[in-house]
């Protein structure tokens, strides 16, 4: 069988090592990449399991050979991805797009095994909407602030949850779809897992820096975190708390020009920049007359800020950009979406900001890419070709091309600010729901979804894509691609199970 992930992971350690097997049904660990102990083997293979425990015992000389047995699931459903689970479910893309909101916090197998009838669903909806977009299954947090659901759209979403799930009979009333398994080129890649010291860790934003330390934002917890990638050895540095009794967790991560790590504390409401040097935190709290229960930054972008001094932020709350001055410590706030109709939804997510610290942001409540001159405070809006695509994360690049991934429209996409002109191309794997997107210094694009657990490498000038399926269920956040290594070495964290990926493609 082609395509089947092996995982090995040797007892008492905290690293698991991945390879797949080629179209003779060959694996293999390269020498030297497992130390000698003793192994136990898992298998991933839509439809198939692992014909009992698997173990293997690596000595110093090369290891013989090992078959592994596998046999076809009793439990296909507990198997599915995201990705698959939304191709299968019956229904119009209209009645399955909310969907991709509940994926943040838990898988869709949740929902599809659920008998909840419609009306159990409208409460089961006004609940979850009092929980914090940084919960997971291990760590809940409940918003302070009260957050209503409007009463037609909790209806006609209930209706629809009900029609999928178990509600109405033992069994689901429609066929599950599965994608196939790795073939060629996406068979030739090594992945490693970095387990985390706590269950309750959730990986956000990864940035490996100049000496392999990787660096990362806990979502859920008030820590920053660093890997020692050589070392497999984690530390963790506390963030003082400015809002007692409020969620706690940071989102975006962004490095500045001196190295410093700078994040988007959530619902602490303010930025905290780390000195690495002193390994001390610098806090910049939203004052009293702006900070309500429901302020929140999610983003921060202080890279430019060596031009005027000035970082940008966002309030998700009123969807406006906010401005920190560092030399007086006083936010401004700027409406980019006043110059639009009204009655439509509209969100400043990613931030990105060129040589002149004039910011750049994507529009992921609708489908517009903004730009607000730094001396000016002018905004100008480019809709994106697809309508509704919810652009989310992205980089702007050395020749001012900005790249970003298109959340709602199975795309990613890339805005020439030179020119002022798009380009758009399609993901092969319906309902990826790309996240982020960067590109390498070969070019090609690396894509990370949060619903179908695979990698998408794709070459911009071809069109041609490869998926790296990953060995578990991964929520996919904020990629990051080393440069430094031939070919490429992409990272990411896994959002939901506590670890940090890396991905080494063989070609």
Request: net charge negative; aromatic share 8%.
């Amino acid at each position: 069988m082609e395509g089947v992930l092996v995982s090995a992971k040797r007892e008492g350690t905290t690293l698991t090592t991945t390879v797949v097997s080629d179209h003779e049904g060959h694996f293999s660990f390269p020498i030297g990449r497992l130390e000698p102990g003793a192994y136990a083997l898992k298998a991933r293979a839509v439809g198939y399991e692992l014909d009992g425990p698997a173990t293997a015992v690596v000595g110093k000389q090369p290891t013989p050979s090992i078959d592994l047995k596998l046999r076809k699931t009793e439990d296909l459903a507990a198997q599915l991805t995201n990705a698959e689970w939304l191709a299968s479910f019956p229904g119009a893309s209209e009645q399955k797009q909310p969907l991709l909101e509940c994926m943040s916090c838990h898988t869709l197998e949740r929902i599809a095994r659920s008998t909840h009838n419609a009306d159990e669903w409208v409460q089961v909806l006004h609940r979850m909407a009092g929980y914090a977009n940084n919960t997971t299954l291990l760590h809940p947090q409940r918003r302070v602030a009260e957050r209503n659901l409007a009463p037609e759209r909790a209806r006609k979403t209930a209706e629809y949850l009900a029609s999928i799930n178990l509600s109405a009979s033992p069994a689901w009333s429609y066929p599950l779809k599965v994608h196939a398994r790795p073939s060629g080129r996406a068979t030739r890649v090594i992945i490693t897992e970095y387990d985390m010291p706590r269950d309750t860790i959730a990986p956000h934003d990864v940035h490996v820096d100049a000496t392999g330390m990787l660096w990362y934002s806990n979502f859920d917890e008030q820590y920053l975190g660093r890997l020692d990638t050589h070392t497999a050895q984690t530390s963790e540095f506390p963030i003082p708390p400015l809002k007692s009794g409020f969620p706690t967790g940071s989102l975006d991560m962004e490095v500045d020009r001196d190295g410093n790590i700078w994040l988007a504390l959530m619902y602490q409401a303010g930025l905290a920049k780390f000195d690495r040097k002193t390994e001390t935190f610098q806090l910049w709290a939203i004052p009293s007359g702006l900070n309500n229960d429901a302020m929140q930054q999610s983003m921060v972008m202080p890279r430019q800020s060596h031009v005027d001094g000035k970082v940008w932020t966002n309030d998700v709350n009123r969807h406006a950009i906010m401005r920190l001055d560092l030399s007086s410590g006083q936010f401004e706030t700027i409406d980019p979406f006043s110059s639009l109709a009204s009655g439509r939804p509209h969100a400043p997510y990613g931030m990105m900001a060129d040589a002149e610290n004039n910011l750049y942001f994507l529009d992921f409540g609708d489908e517009n890419i903004g730009r607000v001159d730094a001396k000016t405070l002018r905004v100008r809006i480019y809709p994106t070709p697809t309508s509704y695509s919810r652009p989310r994360r992205g980089m702007l690049d050395a020749s001012g091309h900005l790249w970003f991934a298109e959340f709602a429209a199975n795309k990613v996409g890339m805005f020439d600010t030179e020119a002022e002109t798009f380009r758009e191309w399609s993901l092969p794997t319906p309902w990826t729901a790309p996240y982020d997107v960067s590109i390498d210094k070969n070019g090609e694009l690396w894509v990370g979804s949060m619903s179908s657990d695979r990698v998408v490498r794709l070459d911009p000038a071809s069109g041609q894509a490869t998926e790296y399926l990953l060995p578990q269920q991964t929520n996919i956040r904020r990629v990051f691609v080393d440069n430094t290594t031939t070919p490429v070495t992409f990272w990411v964290g896994n959002n939901h199970h506590a670890s940090i990926v890396k991905l080494e493609p063989l070609e």
